[in-house]
């Protein structure tokens, strides 16, 4: 004897409570289905609206929450699929279309299949732009800085016969006197604070860039501890002759202090090089805390040493280009304050 629905055991449920696994009777009331998922939708409140009961055989339910089901106990029918969606009847004009559309499209004897469609293509982000490269100087270019008037020791010394009671400059040409060592970076220190107070403390612009134009032309050798007297050399030989009006020598200066940045030739580290350079423009280190902490102790010597480092820093950004934080206005004000602060 065939079991019905009807006989089996039923109980009302709301379709709020219904759970996976159980066994419902469909709307049409004689086919049964078990509920493979449950999703409650929610209302624009948040209060739960609408129940979407996946059927084990296929198709889904949409249920009101306060709706009742009879929930059967036994074994579901047969799996049976429901329509997603009752598709509206077709107007007669629709009817036709749709009649020879289909005849249109049955394979013709001897017609080629249509083919399969093609992939959707990859689409693949761009790499970002490669810094551009800060390629260095001309010959002709460099034929704009002179050569020296003797040999190194030749230039310190002339530089000291100018200033015969200046005790800084003595003391830093007895050391050189002795002999340039261009190998040794305490002695392009010595050459490069020379420059410095010749330029900073003696305002003498033409001793200073001849002295700075004894490391200006030297190579880049990837030693940080000699190149950065070189760099202060550069900076400082650079806003002597703009100061000068002497913008394309200037330029120059500006192109070799840029040296290191053509050396590297990996494009993922050339990147992050310059996002490091830049940031490092971006945030210079003016060593405000110690000028500040040595004008509230009263230490005029530290205050200047400190502002001198600071004056230094100015220097290499005026050679720079300047920053996105500070531009070439607001350096040349700051590094003529500087001038007086520490010529004072």
Not at 55 to 81: F, H, K, M, N, Q
Not at 109 to 130: K, N, Q
Not at 220 to 230: E, K
């Amino acid at each position: 004897m065939t079991e019905t629905p009807a006989a089996r055991h039923h109980r009302e449920q709301q379709a709020g409570t219904l759970s996976t696994g159980s066994v419902i009777l469909l709307p049409d009331g004689e086919r049964t289905a078990e509920i493979h998922q449950v999703e409650v939708e929610q209302d624009d409140f948040g209060a739960p609206a609408l129940v979407l009961a996946s059927l084990s055989g296929g198709g889904t339910l949409r249920i009101a929450v306060g709706t009742s089901v009879t929930v059967v106990g036994g074994t579901p029918d047969a799996a049976t699929r429901l329509p997603l969606a009752a598709a509206p009847p077709l107007q007669p004009a629709q009817a036709s279309e749709a009649v020879r559309a289909t005849d249109e499209g049955q394979e013709q004897p001897g017609a080629e299949a249509p083919s399969a469609p093609a992939p959707a293509a990859v689409v693949v982000p761009p790499l970002p732009p490669v810094p551009p490269a800060a390629y260095g100087p001309s010959e002709e270019e460099l034929a704009l800085i002179p050569a020296p008037d003797g040999t190194p020791e030749s230039v310190v010394e002339a530089a000291a016969a100018v200033h015969p009671d200046a005790v800084g400059v003595l003391l830093l040409t007895d050391r050189l006197s002795k002999g340039v060592n261009f190998k040794s970076g305490s002695c392009l220190k010595d050459l490069t604070d020379l420059a410095h107070e010749l330029f900073i403390t003696l305002k003498d612009a033409d001793h200073a860039l001849a002295v700075a134009d004894l490391l200006t032309v030297l190579p880049y050798d990837g030693n940080p501890g000699r190149w950065a007297s070189v760099e202060a050399s550069l900076a400082l030989a650079s806003y002597i002759c703009r100061q000068d009006g002497q913008n394309e020598r200037a330029a120059v200066y500006e192109k070799l202090i840029r040296t290191p940045e053509n050396q590297e030739t990996d494009p993922f580290k050339a990147r992050m090089a310059a996002k490091v350079r830049q940031r490092s423009l971006n945030e210079p280190n003016l060593y405000d805390k110690e000028i500040f902490r040595s004008i509230d102790n009263s230490n005029h010597d530290a205050e200047r040493e400190w502002r001198l480092l600071r004056l230094e820093s100015l220097l290499f950004l005026r050679a720079h280009g300047g920053s996105e934080t500070i531009g070439m206005t607001e350096l040349e004000r700051r590094i003529t304050n500087e001038l007086e602060a520490v010529r004072s």
